[in-house]
């Protein structure tokens, strides 16, 4: 089964400044998709970034981007440029390319805190 | 023009209870998903329905039925609802095409005392 692991609980980071959110995973599939969700007070779920698997360029959006590390299974976010609209718990998914099973594997999110 | 929409946002009741959570998309999504986050905001899936038929279902108690009349409706019924059911209740819904996003309800957060 396809695990998603974030190491870093809370992470805190100074307005305009850069912050990395740590993302691995595990599975045997080759082909696959990530994506990093945030979840600020407001409970919705909100779509930052996601990545194909198959391709070896780092997606960008804006301040967000991803240092994605096939080979090692990582799966990193960059936020940079840091605004108090940041501050959110963010989460990392998987999700298998099989038609059928488009579920998403959540791994335990961070919470974000933007200090002014 | 909501896309995704879920009522009611908040739920208490009683132990025991028979409860719904009613979701609806007007993305012309085919596929649609309920998650569980619990007290510690771990998300997880319950339940995916692709044109009205299932698809996946986790490991969830059968008190949990989900119903969908149409692909633009999923609805979660909760028999004999249990304080661990305590949580909020995401729904979801995706068009299934290579990796088109998922796009989430605002939740509904259900408290059982």
């Known amino acids: 089964a396809q695990t998603v692991t974030q190491s870093q609980p809370e992470m805190s980071v100074q307005e305009a400044e850069t912050v990395t959110l740590s993302c691995t995973y595990d599975?045997?599939?080759?082909?696959?998709?990530l994506f990093w969700y945030k979840q600020p007070p407001s409970r919705q779920m909100i779509l930052v970034i996601r990545?194909?698997?198959?391709?070896?360029q780092n997606a960008t959006e804006n301040r967000f981007s991803v240092n994605f590390q096939k080979a090692a299974k990582s799966f990193s976010l960059k936020i940079s440029d840091s605004q108090l609209g940041d501050a959110a718990m963010y989460f990392c998914?998987?999700?298998?390319?099989?038609?059928?099973?488009?579920?998403?594997?959540f791994g335990t999110g961070t919470r974000l805190t933007i200090i002014p | 023009d909501t896309a995704v929409s879920q009522t009611p946002k908040y739920l208490v009741t009683q132990m025991g209870n028979d409860k719904s959570i009613k979701c609806e998309q007007n993305?012309?999504?085919?596929?649609m998903y309920w998650y569980k986050q619990d007290s510690k905001k771990f998300l997880k899936i319950m339940f995916s329905?692709?044109?009205?038929?299932?698809?996946i279902n986790e490991t969830v108690p059968n008190r949990f039925s989900p119903k969908s009349p149409d692909k633009a409706h999923l609805n979660l019924h909760i028999n004999s609802l249990e304080l661990g059911d305590s949580a909020v209740y995401f729904c979801?819904?995706?068009?299934?095409?290579?990796?088109?996003?998922?796009?989430f309800g605002p939740g509904t957060r259900l408290l059982v005392l």
């Open positions: 993305l012309g999504h085919d596929t």
């Open positions: 329905y692709n044109n009205k038929e299932l698809i």
């Open positions: 990545q194909e698997a198959y391709k070896q």
């Open positions: 979801a819904s995706s068009q299934v095409n290579g990796w088109e996003t998922q796009y």
């Open positions: 998914a998987y999700r298998r390319t099989t038609l059928g099973n488009e579920k998403l594997t």
């Open positions: 599975t045997s599939e080759s082909d696959y998709y």
